[in-house]
């Protein structure tokens, strides 16, 4: 469990040993939080961070707090920020057997200008002008494909994990490949993730919403 002091310092080994090897540096804070008289155990708040090389144009992010909302309490990605407004919430994930069984799904969603992309992926975000330009770009539709195949349950999208205790983040919309159910600790996982990041940054620059 990520509760235990003890898997808390090994899981960050994992994430120290990863940097050392790849030749990124770390920044982590492991915060305890004082339990209550119903939760008398002391937790632990854990942020962690891993920009990409030198360059710092994407970022692996972990995240977990115990006393958020279950929604809010864990994720782990690579992201980029973006000049995006902060408003702009996009999220998207694969499509499942209960979705295709879900007759109320479209009116809940948002439908891209791709019949095969809508077909695979389930789309949850405010129709815009900006919105529009990011999920109906053919190559950024392909990356996004190549990113939900990384490994299981991933979504991909912006503004739906808080990053600001990273400085580069602050006041900027994150957009990002993650997981809202574990820390990823596989390095294949890590790098890939890492690589289909660059490629959505190098899209967004050329569609300017750096």
Not at 11 to 33: G, M, N, W
Not at 92 to 120: E, G, H, V
Not at 138 to 152: N, P, T
Request: proline share 3%; aromatic share 12%.
């Amino acid at each position: 469990m990520m509760d235990s002091t003890d898997n808390d310092k090994s899981i960050v080994e994992i994430y120290e040993t990863f940097a050392r090897e790849t030749k990124r540096k770390i920044h982590y804070s492991l915060t305890p939080h004082k339990g209550t008289p119903l939760h008398g155990v002391t937790s632990i708040i854990k942020t962690l961070y891993i920009p990409n090389k030198e360059e710092g144009n994407t970022y692996l992010v972990a995240y977990h707090n115990p006393y958020q909302f279950e929604d809010a309490s864990i994720f782990f990605g690579v992201f980029f920020y973006s000049k995006v407004d902060t408003s702009i919430q996009i999220d998207i994930r694969k499509k499942d057997i209960l979705d295709t069984l879900n007759p109320f799904l479209k009116r809940k969603t948002m439908q891209a200008n791709d019949s095969d992309f809508n077909s695979k992926t389930v789309i949850y975000a405010h129709e815009g002008h900006i919105t529009e330009k990011i999920i109906n770009d053919h190559k950024i539709q392909q990356s996004i494909l190549e990113s939900l195949d990384i490994a299981q349950v991933l979504h991909v999208g912006m503004n739906n994990c808080y990053i600001d205790f990273i400085p580069e983040f602050i006041g900027k919309s994150p957009f990002g490949i993650y997981s809202k159910q574990k820390w990823h600790t596989e390095t294949a996982v890590m790098e890939n993730m890492y690589t289909q990041c660059e490629r959505l940054r190098e899209l967004f620059k050329q569609n300017n919403l750096l």
